[in-house]
Each structure stands twice: as C-alpha cells, then as structure tokens.
C-alpha cells in the first residue's frame, strides 16, 4: 500500500520574486522590468504564478526553470 503525499495547499499570501528576478536578469533585461508583474500565487509543485501588468498574460516558473525556457516564456508574456 502507497501513503499519499501530505496535501501542501495552495500559497496566497507570501511571495517569492527570486524566480522572476532570475529570468529577467537571465534575459538580459532590468531588473526594474519585474515591477510589471503581480506575483498572484504559488501551486504546490512550487510553480510560482506572475500576472504581467499591460498584457494581463501569466507566468509560470519555478526556482530551477531552464535558463532558454524561463528566457522564452518571458519573451512571450512581454507587451
């Protein structure tokens, strides 16, 4: 007989801009451009959620993203 996991729930209230401040510097970009996101949560695999204030597009990344993915996503989130 397998034991499940213990449920981790859902993170709402405390932040973590590491994964953001990462890519942003990972792709090339200022780091002040973090201020055009909203951190809105963390899911329990530890994927932090960050609404992109002008085109209202998610994303989605953890502390280990790939340099090319967290680079790529950020690209696509961009106005």
Known sequence: MTTAAPYR????????WAPLERAVVLA????????D???MHEDPPGVHY????ATRRYLQLTKD??????CRLLR???P
């Open 28 to 35: 090339g970009l200022p780091l002040r451009r973090c201020a």
């Open 9 to 16: 729930p859902f993170n709402y209230t405390s932040p973590d």
């Open 50 to 53: 960050y609404k992109n204030r």
């Open 65 to 70: 993203t790939p340099e090319d993915r967290a």
């Open 37 to 39: 996101y909203m951190w």
């Open 76 to 78: 696509e989130v961009q």
